[in-house]
């Protein structure tokens, strides 16, 4: 029986007792002690692995105040790298109270349902160190202000400072600092900018910071984990000792994600390696400093979906479990520039932007390169190159795999589609119906212009833009690649009515603007050559059009033709 694949498993400890397959991260314990930051941001993209690794540094460090309870946590790093870099490190072992925070559940509609999930949060962590009420070092106010807190009956005041009187309360107790870890602070902020409550959520956020991590004597040291690197100014007001990591640095860069090493280690530990180049082609692609990484949740979900199949289709995994609004809103404002840069990275392309160290959900539409960085720190952009000019650190970016850009071609076809549903083509149906090519030619080529295209598949693209706006019409039923004659049309609409007009259509696309014409021509020829009538006439129509249309880009060309 080989190891079962963690899916959805991010607690430390059920990962090690259950015996789960397990990639050693335990090394980020080392360099997060030897380089001894005070209160550390780690922003990696989604599922990527930072909850599992707070939920390992809680277990490394704590002190349950349960010298029992401390043993069996010590005793599931048995065997992982940690236990082989010497007392320095291992001595540290349950040696701090520890602050356990997640912010990851806040993404209610209204600023007072999101906070009432924080304010819940907080309460459980009280909770949890109930057993401090019994230490006889708290006074009567404490213990009632913390009874209070742990039963949600605080006021906002109390929970926006809740986080340093914990640890107050922690030090008094045992006479230790507090560690204290928060996983996806990010998390709530962006919830409440797309619903419209940022400044209130961002409020609570910087005040619960502000107390915690700026001027907290029972601090031993902080990480905080996100997706994004929030300003400065809007969250971390005057935390001059925050030390950030991003995706970008070199330090830490292999303790977030797998490398290509672990990868190639699971997969032979399951007997699937004949699939590493499709696992490559869909999941890898990411640069963290200079160390390249696969997605781990997608990884871990084929590798189960392979074990049992080994000729399973890889699937967009990541799609699921990661917001997409950023990509949504993205295409959903794009001006022509934009759209032109956007269809440049879906054909493979690169685009150049200036690294921005630290936003706010506020300006992500006040200049493009916001925007970019957002959607390179949230993982749909990846670094291929840097470079440095006149100050400024820039990157190369491109989308990173194969699942990312079905992440964008997703959701490009669905505003497609909403766009389609808005437009009125009556035009376009009465110019197919008098067989007036130009005027179709130029009704399509101005939708061209408006959308976005990804021409790496361009023959389902403009199949699905072509269907997509033949089908708004009440009056016809539109077929696609439907088997007719000796071969396969690309579409066929027609009136429910046998009396009614029915048309085939078939789709090419050129090499160059050079070809549209002859290229519209040759599709119509093909048409007439492969009999894709013959269905429609078997079926009883007599008043059959066809239409060759070519496209290239955002140009096409129609030609009509009967018979």
């Not at 690794?53 to 599931?76: A, I, P, Q």
């Amino acid at each position: 029986m080989k190891k079962a694949l963690p899916i959805g498993v991010e607690n430390f400890k059920d990962i090690m007792e259950s015996g789960y397959y397990y990639i050693d991260k335990s090394l980020f314990i080392k360099e997060l002690a030897d380089l001894k930051g005070k209160v550390n941001l780690f922003t990696r993209p989604r599922r990527f692995g930072k909850t599992l690794n707070l939920s390992m540094l809680r277990y490394y460090y704590e002190d349950t105040g349960d010298t029992e309870k401390n043993e069996v946590h010590k005793s599931l790093f048995h065997g992982l790298k940690i236990m082989e870099q010497g007392e320095e490190y291992t001595k540290h072992m349950g040696d701090y109270p520890v602050i356990n925070l997640t912010l990851k559940s806040a993404k209610q509609p209204s600023f007072e349902s999101a906070y009432g999930k924080l304010r819940d949060d907080i309460a459980d962590e009280f909770q949890r160190h109930q057993y401090i009420m019994e230490s006889g070092k708290m006074n009567e106010r404490e213990k009632a202000l913390f009874q209070k807190i742990a039963d949600r009956e605080a006021g906002y005041d109390n929970y926006s400072g809740s986080l340093k009187f914990l640890s107050k309360c922690l030090y008094q107790a045992t006479g230790k600092q507090a560690v204290i870890l928060i996983d996806e602070y990010d998390v709530p902020l962006e919830n409440a900018y797309f619903r419209g409550f940022y400044e209130e959520m961002a409020d609570f956020i910087r005040s619960l910071f502000e107390s915690a991590l700026k001027t907290n004597d029972y601090l031993q040291f902080a990480v905080i984990t996100g997706c994004l690197r929030i300003s400065k100014e809007s969250i971390f007001t005057g935390l001059n000792h925050l030390n950030i990591v991003s995706v970008l640095d070199k330090k830490y860069s292999d303790h977030f994600g797998f490398t290509e090493q672990e990868v190639i280690r699971m997969m032979s530990y399951y007997e699937v390696e004949s699939r590493f180049s499709t696992m490559k082609e869909w999941y890898d692609g990411y640069l963290f400093g200079d160390t390249e990484v696969y997605n781990p949740w997608s990884v871990i979900k084929y590798l189960y979906d392979l074990y049992s199949d080994t000729e399973a289709f890889p699937h967009p995994y990541w799609i699921n479990t990661s917001s997409n609004d950023i990509v949504k809103d993205l295409i959903a404002r794009a001006d022509q520039e934009t759209k032109g840069q956007i269809e440049t990275l879906l054909s493979g392309g690169t685009l150049d932007i200036r690294v921005h160290e630290e936003v706010t959900y506020g300006d992500m539409h006040s200049r493009g390169e916001s925007l970019w960085n957002f959607l390179y720190f949230t993982g749909y952009l990846t670094k291929k190159s840097e470079y440095f000019k006149d100050k400024y650190i820039f990157l190369k970016v491109r989308i990173p795999n194969v699942e990312v850009m079905t992440i964008y071609e997703n959701t490009i076809s669905s505003w497609m589609k909403d766009m389609i549903r808005k437009e009125d083509f009556h035009d376009l149906y009465r110019a197919m119906e008098e067989g007036n090519a130009e005027r179709m030619t130029d009704i399509l080529n101005g939708q061209l212009f408006r959308t976005i295209s990804f021409f790496d598949s361009a023959e389902n693209f403009y199949h699905g833009f072509l269907a997509g706006i033949l089908s708004q019409s009440e009056n016809y039923l539109v077929k696609s690649n439907r088997e007719s004659g000796n071969g396969r049309s690309d579409i066929m609409v027609k009136s429910p009515s046998l009396r009614g007009r029915a048309f085939v259509v078939e789709v090419k696309v050129s090499d160059s603007v050079d070809d549209l014409e002859s290229d519209a021509e040759k599709a119509l020829q093909q048409i007439y050559d492969k009999r894709y009538m013959e269905e429609l006439r078997a079926e009883g129509y007599r008043k059959i059009g066809c239409y060759g249309i070519s496209f290239f880009r955002k140009d096409c060309e129609v030609r009509f033709g009967k018979r």
